[in-house]
């Protein structure tokens, strides 16, 4: 028999509740548990307010404690959110906790559906002080929770729910349940737990104690554990990031008939933001750049690609927004929404009210009816000022107020979801596989050529730029191409580009092996010896920074960078700044004379100062294994061969000037010096070497193949006295460096090296180790080429390269030359000797201070002939050996007009001063054949995009004839437009018209070699590409006509007709 009383449960219902009696009794509870239970739980809502989310297979049995540990919408603390998940996990795992879900949803497919999901109960150590019973009042009939009288111990409570139903989002939010209020802000109840036969609510798991009547004989409490170690393998999110990001910053206008042709900045967006022409009103722009910076050296920024095509149509002409913050902990990046309307968005984190800084960049020509299409800032969110919302959508809405932004690259945290296996949001700079580092060999110093796509170098941002003090930009000419063979090799290795690259160069033209080791780190200033490109900045720590974050090279010493991303491959070049070799080349070039270099008398200089640099380099490859944590696979190339060394290899007229015999000679047997040490080195340090002596093959100078590498350019004194006769994009410092074939060459030479094995995966050592170094590999014996075995050998001189001066002198007005020592003394208060070569010359003495350090002056001759010498400081080191230090300087005229003194004023050279002419222009391009840095086939026509500083259209493509080739091409009779150059020597053959060939940008220039169709043998036909990168061939109409005056008769505008298929040979593709 079972007693029967009355109790109350919850408020006011009373029931008969069932206790045990007798053993044996029948039970009436026994179906009670399969009425109030749930199996499953089944997420599923449709039409609740037009909002549906969920399936009928939609089932979080085992995901249910996952949602729990989501927290997207949560509105709290995050760190309540952890410690209610932490709490829980206590009460899971303790024998003296519980818990309990109760599922709630109900669909009724129309507003009166509970959309709530679950809720979960438990108690951390209060198990024994509750416990479910059973209850039974005529039609009513269910579970209920009870707690013992008095008890104290905490029962708690979450609601996990969809943010989209719960919320009302609309499409910003989620349909995935999730954990949005609870545990300490909630107040849980008993009653809450108690459940009835028939009701919305069910059990579907349980710990808390259970008090069975006599005789039950029914299903036991629901205790499914399998959500216990549930975690997903995936997310909904795991295509999302391909969807809010482009790889390219390309700018292409068609907005209300203005018109700009596609043009990439993914490589120049900072300098676009950097150097506009700012209007009055933007007098916050330079604030605003330095809180750029510093957000880019210590907090977070992104970097938005907005532009906005519809039909070949510009809906959305604004170009690129960069949103800022100065803190990295005040925002974040988090993804909402279900698919089709997924957003990204950069919000505050937990607590924080700081403002999001942004500007906002484009072409002003389209926007504001004034400049060209180049792009540049138009205005920042100071004092509210508009800039997009810092949002991210997978779907362009235009009617929904939804924009079309893209990230580009970020370095905000980001909030991915739990079980995402998509890709990075771009910029995450911590999976870092490959870093080069090194000289201008590895930079890709000498890539002189101009990318199409952008109308400048390959040079990446932040290593071709002109100091500007009043913006606080430093000069930087690492010159690191974007086809040197650092990125051939990325490319090889499967590592990526731009944002997303797993890969960086760091390598700077110009770099010793002080600028790559740990030497005088903490102090120093960057590259440029002798105070660094940061002496004087006060951001120096800013940009220094910024450099670490950004992989600006020549800021800080490329161990740092080592030290802090720890690569798993190095490739390097170094020592060839070390020992002055570019300035031994640029003392021998130019002039007529053997120069001091190539002398017999000094082959035991060069071999000492070669020889030296033993110990360095073996210092730089064991501190760079020791930043990796021994853990980097270190490659150190050699030099590769650039010139032809054979007595009677043909020189002259090749822009190299008087490089003679001699003095190839003395090139080719230094390079090979060089690299026995470099290999030396690298055996003693257990790293490998890889030779790329003869990558060049016959491509080096006075070769006989085309040339992959750069002969003499001329420099920006030389150009400036010669206008529009030089180059104006070439410097002296990209003489004698490989362009992109050579870089190309050296690729091939490394892969060769490694059979083909990816470096990653190459063994250096026969024991996987790393490094294996050799200990009988010392300086003694390095391998010397014949050359430099001569007799009389001197004494033990330690002969060294040092930037002594500020490298030049005007004589007569500059009567003396100050010399400076730091970081190489000599014996305190002892004197050093200071001469001048080529013929040797007493300059004086100068006393050492008490550090060893010179800080002192010599008179300069007034006799001595302009050109370059050598500058030679000997003295006693403090071991007591003889030391010599060295340095190549150009001593100049008095004569401004004349810096050569040989009575003919520069400007007059063709080649400049110091430069003796060939008097011959075989390829026609009006650049003496003697300091052409490429003679060519005759040049016949350009084309290019038209320039809006000369009054043309740059949606335009122009055509232009050679008036110098005019025996080549029959034309004669040319008029040629000399109103903004009087040197101009092009004629306008015509340009794009038709609307169809607007927007297309130029790619290259070919003339038919023969005919095809009706395309005649020696037509012009120029290669195009549009937005999407398709080619495009176009054809002048009648070009064997002359050009005409604008406004005379008979004149008429003549266009570039596009043909349907490209002519027989020709493709855009190199």
Request: overall charge neutral.
């Given at each position: 028999?079972?007693?029967?009383i009355?109790?109350v449960?919850?408020?006011t219902?009373?029931?008969?509740?069932?206790?045990?009696?007798?053993?044996?009794a029948?039970?009436?509870?026994?179906?009670?548990?399969?009425?109030?239970?749930?199996?499953?739980?089944?997420?599923?809502?449709?039409?609740?307010?037009?909002?549906?989310?969920?399936?009928?297979?939609?089932?979080?049995?085992?995901?249910?404690?996952?949602?729990?540990?989501q927290?997207?919408?949560?509105?709290g603390?995050?760190?309540?959110?952890q410690?209610a998940?932490?709490?829980?996990?206590?009460?899971m795992?303790?024998?003296?906790?519980a818990?309990?879900?109760?599922?709630?949803?109900?669909?009724?497919h129309?507003?009166?559906?509970?959309?709530?999901?679950?809720?979960?109960f438990?108690?951390?150590?209060?198990?024994?002080?509750?416990?479910?019973r059973?209850?039974?009042?005529?039609?009513?009939?269910?579970?209920y929770?009870?707690?013992k009288?008095?008890?104290?111990?905490?029962?708690?409570?979450?609601t996990?729910?969809?943010?989209?139903l719960?919320?009302?989002?609309?499409?910003g939010?989620?349909?995935?349940?999730?954990?949005?209020?609870?545990?300490?802000?909630?107040?849980?109840?008993v009653?809450?737990?108690?459940?009835?036969?028939?009701?919305?609510?069910?059990?579907?798991?349980?710990?808390?104690?259970v008090?069975?009547p006599?005789?039950?004989?029914?299903?036991?409490?629901p205790?499914?554990?399998?959500?216990?170690?549930?975690?997903?393998?995936?997310?909904?999110?795991?295509?999302?990031?391909?969807?809010?990001?482009?790889?390219?910053?390309?700018?292409?206008?068609?907005?209300?008939?203005?018109?700009?042709?596609?043009?990439?900045?993914s490589?120049s967006w900072?300098?676009?933001f950097?150097?506009?022409?700012?209007?009055d009103?933007h007098?916050?722009?330079k604030?605003?750049?330095?809180?750029?910076?510093?957000?880019?050296?210590?907090?977070?920024?992104?970097?938005?690609?907005?532009?906005?095509?519809?039909?070949?149509?510009?809906?959305?002409?604004?170009?690129?927004?960069?949103?800022?913050?100065?803190?990295r902990n005040?925002?974040?990046?988090?993804?909402?929404?279900?698919a089709?309307?997924?957003?990204?968005?950069?919000?505050?984190?937990?607590?924080?009210?700081?403002?999001?800084?942004?500007?906002?960049?484009?072409?002003?020509?389209?926007?504001w009816?004034?400049?060209?299409?180049?792009v540049?800032?138009?205005?920042?969110?100071?004092l509210?000022g508009?800039?997009?919302?810092?949002?991210?959508?997978?779907?362009?809405?235009?009617l929904s107020g939804?924009?079309?932004?893209?990230?580009?690259?970020?370095?905000?945290?980001?909030?991915y979801?739990?079980?995402y296996?998509?890709?990075?949001?771009?910029?995450?700079?911590?999976?870092?596989?490959y870093?080069?580092?090194?000289?201008?060999?590895?930079?890709?110093?000498?890539d002189?050529?101009?990318?199409?796509?952008?109308?400048?170098?390959?040079?990446?941002?932040?290593?071709?730029v002109k100091?500007?003090?009043a913006?606080?930009?430093?000069?930087?000419?690492?010159?690191?191409?974007?086809?040197?063979?650092?990125?051939?090799?990325?490319?090889?290795?499967?590592?990526g580009s731009?944002?997303?690259?797993?890969?960086?160069?760091?390598?700077?033209?110009?770099?010793?092996?002080?600028?790559?080791?740990?030497?005088?780190?903490?102090?120093?200033?960057?590259?440029?010896s002798?105070?660094?490109?940061?002496?004087?900045?006060?951001?120096?720590?800013?940009?220094?920074?910024?450099?670490?974050?950004?992989?600006?090279?020549?800021?800080?010493?490329?161990?740092?960078?080592?030290?802090?991303?720890?690569p798993?491959?190095i490739?390097?070049?170094?020592?060839?700044?070390?020992?002055?070799?570019?300035?031994?080349?640029?003392?021998?070039?130019?002039?007529?004379?053997?120069?001091?270099?190539?002398?017999?008398?000094?082959?035991?200089k060069l071999?000492?100062?070669?020889?030296n640099?033993?110990?360095?380099?073996?210092?730089?490859?064991?501190e760079?294994?020791k930043?990796?944590?021994?853990?980097?696979?270190?490659?150190?190339?050699?030099?590769?061969?650039?010139?032809n060394?054979?007595?009677?290899?043909?020189?002259?007229?090749?822009?190299l000037l008087f490089?003679?015999?001699?003095?190839r000679?003395?090139?080719?047997?230094?390079?090979?010096?060089?690299?026995?040490?470099?290999?030396?080195?690298?055996k003693?340090a257990?790293?490998?070497?890889?030779?790329?002596?003869?990558a060049?093959?016959?491509?080096?100078l006075?070769?006989?193949?085309?040339r992959?590498?750069?002969p003499?350019?001329l420099?920006?004194?030389?150009?400036s006295?010669?206008?529009?006769?030089r180059?104006?994009w070439?410097?002296?410092?990209?003489s004698?460096?490989?362009?992109?074939?050579?870089?190309?060459?050296?690729?091939?030479?490394?892969?060769?090296?490694?059979?083909?094995?990816?470096?990653?995966?190459?063994?250096?050592?026969?024991?996987?180790a790393?490094?294996?170094?050799?200990?009988?590999?010392?300086k003694?014996?390095?391998?010397?080429p014949?050359?430099?075995?001569?007799?009389?050998?001197?004494e033990?001189?330690?002969?060294?390269y040092?930037?002594?001066?500020?490298?030049?002198?005007?004589?007569v007005?500059?009567?003396?030359?100050?010399i400076?020592?730091?970081?190489?003394?000599?014996?305190?208060?002892?004197?050093?000797?200071v001469?001048?070569?080529?013929?040797?010359?007493?300059?004086?003495?100068?006393e050492?201070?008490?550090?060893?350090?010179?800080?002192?002056?010599?008179?300069?001759?007034?006799?001595?002939?302009?050109g370059?010498?050598?500058?030679?400081?000997?003295?006693?080191?403090?071991?007591?050996?003889?030391?010599?230090?060295?340095?190549?300087?150009?001593i100049?005229g008095?004569?401004?007009?004349?810096?050569?003194?040989?009575?003919?004023?520069d400007?007059?050279?063709?080649?400049?001063?110091?430069?003796?002419?060939?008097?011959?222009?075989?390829?026609?391009?009006?650049?003496?054949?003697?300091?052409?840095?490429?003679?060519?086939?005759?040049?016949?026509?350009?084309?290019r995009?038209?320039?809006?500083?000369?009054?043309?259209?740059?949606?335009?493509?122009?055509?232009?004839?050679?008036?110098?080739?005019?025996n080549?091409?029959?034309?004669?009779?040319d008029?040629?437009?000399?109103?903004k150059?009087?040197?101009?020597t092009?004629a306008?053959?015509?340009?794009t018209?038709?609307?169809?060939?607007r927007?297309?940008?130029?790619?290259?220039?070919?003339?038919?070699?023969?005919?095809?169709?009706?395309?005649?043998?020696?037509?012009?036909?120029?290669?195009a590409?549009?937005?999407s990168?398709?080619?495009?061939?176009?054809?002048?109409?009648?070009?064997l006509?002359?050009?005409?005056?604008?406004?005379?008769?008979?004149?008429?505008?003549?266009?570039?007709?596009?043909?349907?298929?490209?002519?027989?040979?020709?493709?855009?593709?190199?």
């Amino acid at each position: 028999m079972w007693k029967r009383i009355i109790s109350v449960i919850g408020a006011t219902l009373a029931v008969c509740i069932a206790v045990p009696a007798t053993a044996g009794a029948a039970s009436e509870y026994d179906d009670i548990i399969n009425k109030v239970s749930t199996k499953t739980l089944i997420h599923h809502i449709d039409n609740y307010s037009g909002k549906t989310c969920g399936s009928p297979d939609d089932d979080y049995a085992k995901k249910w404690l996952f949602a729990f540990k989501q927290k997207r919408y949560y509105q709290g603390d995050p760190k309540d959110h952890q410690a209610a998940v932490e709490s829980l996990e206590r009460a899971m795992s303790s024998p003296k906790g519980a818990y309990a879900i109760v599922y709630e949803q109900n669909n009724k497919h129309n507003d009166t559906s509970n959309p709530y999901f679950i809720k979960v109960f438990w108690t951390e150590d209060g198990k024994d002080d509750y416990t479910y019973r059973f209850y039974k009042n005529h039609q009513i009939s269910g579970i209920y929770l009870t707690k013992k009288e008095g008890d104290r111990s905490k029962l708690y409570v979450a609601t996990v729910a969809s943010p989209k139903l719960i919320l009302g989002g609309g499409n910003g939010s989620n349909c995935a349940p999730e954990y949005l209020w609870g545990y300490k802000h909630s107040q849980a109840f008993v009653s809450d737990m108690n459940i009835s036969v028939g009701s919305n609510k069910k059990l579907f798991t349980s710990t808390f104690p259970v008090n069975y009547p006599s005789g039950y004989a029914g299903p036991k409490f629901p205790d499914n554990r399998s959500a216990i170690g549930w975690w997903p393998d995936s997310s909904q999110y795991d295509d999302f990031t391909d969807k809010i990001t482009v790889k390219k910053l390309i700018n292409y206008i068609n907005y209300h008939k203005k018109f700009c042709a596609p043009s990439d900045y993914s490589n120049s967006w900072f300098t676009a933001f950097k150097y506009p022409n700012i209007p009055d009103n933007h007098k916050y722009h330079k604030s605003y750049m330095a809180s750029l910076e510093r957000a880019m050296a210590t907090g977070a920024y992104a970097v938005a690609y907005e532009q906005t095509t519809v039909n070949g149509k510009t809906v959305n002409p604004y170009f690129i927004t960069v949103f800022w913050s100065e803190n990295r902990n005040d925002f974040h990046i988090k993804f909402y929404g279900d698919a089709p309307y997924r957003i990204a968005t950069i919000t505050h984190k937990w607590g924080s009210s700081a403002k999001l800084y942004g500007m906002i960049a484009g072409s002003t020509g389209p926007l504001w009816g004034r400049g060209g299409c180049e792009v540049e800032f138009l205005q920042g969110n100071y004092l509210n000022g508009y800039i997009p919302t810092a949002r991210f959508n997978e779907s362009y809405i235009p009617l929904s107020g939804g924009n079309n932004m893209k990230i580009f690259t970020s370095t905000f945290d980001v909030e991915y979801p739990d079980g995402y296996k998509g890709k990075p949001i771009p910029g995450d700079r911590r999976n870092i596989k490959y870093l080069a580092l090194g000289d201008s060999f590895s930079s890709g110093e000498g890539d002189t050529d101009k990318n199409p796509a952008t109308g400048r170098k390959y040079y990446r941002q932040w290593t071709d730029v002109k100091e500007d003090k009043a913006k606080g930009a430093p000069r930087e000419k690492c010159h690191v191409s974007t086809r040197s063979y650092p990125y051939k090799l990325a490319n090889w290795m499967g590592l990526g580009s731009g944002p997303s690259a797993a890969w960086a160069s760091v390598a700077c033209s110009g770099a010793t092996v002080y600028d790559m080791n740990w030497d005088n780190s903490g102090g120093y200033e960057g590259q440029d010896s002798p105070l660094g490109r940061l002496h004087g900045y006060d951001n120096k720590g800013v940009l220094q920074k910024m450099a670490l974050n950004e992989m600006i090279p020549g800021r800080v010493k490329q161990i740092e960078f080592v030290k802090k991303y720890q690569p798993k491959v190095i490739t390097l070049t170094a020592g060839g700044n070390d020992v002055d070799f570019g300035g031994k080349l640029f003392s021998c070039v130019p002039f007529p004379n053997t120069c001091t270099w190539a002398k017999i008398e000094w082959r035991n200089k060069l071999k000492s100062d070669i020889v030296n640099q033993f110990d360095r380099l073996k210092t730089l490859y064991e501190e760079l294994r020791k930043a990796s944590g021994n853990k980097a696979k270190i490659y150190v190339f050699g030099y590769p061969q650039f010139v032809n060394g054979a007595p009677d290899a043909p020189c002259f007229g090749r822009g190299l000037l008087f490089l003679d015999a001699r003095e190839r000679e003395m090139i080719t047997n230094s390079v090979t010096y060089l690299n026995n040490t470099i290999k030396q080195a690298a055996k003693a340090a257990g790293v490998k070497y890889v030779d790329i002596e003869n990558a060049f093959g016959d491509h080096w100078l006075c070769g006989n193949g085309d040339r992959h590498v750069n002969p003499l350019l001329l420099n920006e004194m030389i150009v400036s006295r010669i206008p529009d006769l030089r180059l104006p994009w070439v410097e002296f410092q990209e003489s004698f460096h490989p362009n992109a074939k050579g870089h190309a060459d050296i690729a091939r030479a490394f892969r060769k090296e490694l059979g083909g094995v990816n470096p990653a995966d190459y063994k250096i050592c026969k024991n996987d180790a790393t490094t294996c170094p050799d200990n009988s590999a010392t300086k003694d014996n390095i391998p010397a080429p014949p050359y430099f075995n001569v007799a009389n050998e001197q004494e033990d001189i330690k002969f060294t390269y040092y930037k002594l001066s500020n490298g030049t002198a005007t004589k007569v007005q500059e009567k003396y030359i100050e010399i400076k020592t730091s970081r190489r003394p000599y014996k305190p208060w002892k004197k050093v000797y200071v001469k001048i070569y080529s013929e040797p010359r007493d300059l004086g003495e100068i006393e050492a201070d008490k550090n060893g350090e010179i800080n002192g002056s010599v008179a300069l001759p007034e006799d001595l002939p302009a050109g370059y010498h050598t500058l030679v400081v000997s003295g006693e080191a403090p071991d007591g050996k003889k030391q010599e230090l060295y340095q190549t300087i150009l001593i100049k005229g008095p004569n401004p007009e004349d810096i050569d003194e040989n009575g003919t004023p520069d400007k007059l050279q063709p080649c400049g001063a110091f430069a003796q002419a060939a008097n011959k222009d075989e390829d026609l391009d009006g650049i003496d054949d003697a300091c052409d840095p490429e003679v060519t086939d005759p040049i016949l026509y350009t084309a290019r995009n038209g320039k809006s500083s000369l009054g043309e259209d740059e949606d335009r493509i122009y055509l232009f004839r050679n008036t110098r080739a005019a025996n080549l091409t029959g034309v004669t009779n040319d008029y040629v437009d000399k109103s903004k150059n009087q040197n101009n020597t092009d004629a306008l053959v015509g340009h794009t018209l038709s609307e169809e060939t607007r927007g297309l940008a130029f790619n290259k220039l070919v003339v038919m070699k023969e005919a095809d169709g009706d395309i005649k043998k020696g037509t012009p036909i120029i290669l195009a590409k549009d937005v999407s990168e398709k080619c495009y061939a176009l054809k002048p109409e009648d070009h064997l006509s002359p050009a005409l005056k604008p406004g005379v008769k008979d004149y008429k505008l003549r266009g570039l007709i596009k043909l349907n298929t490209l002519p027989k040979g020709v493709s855009c593709e190199e």
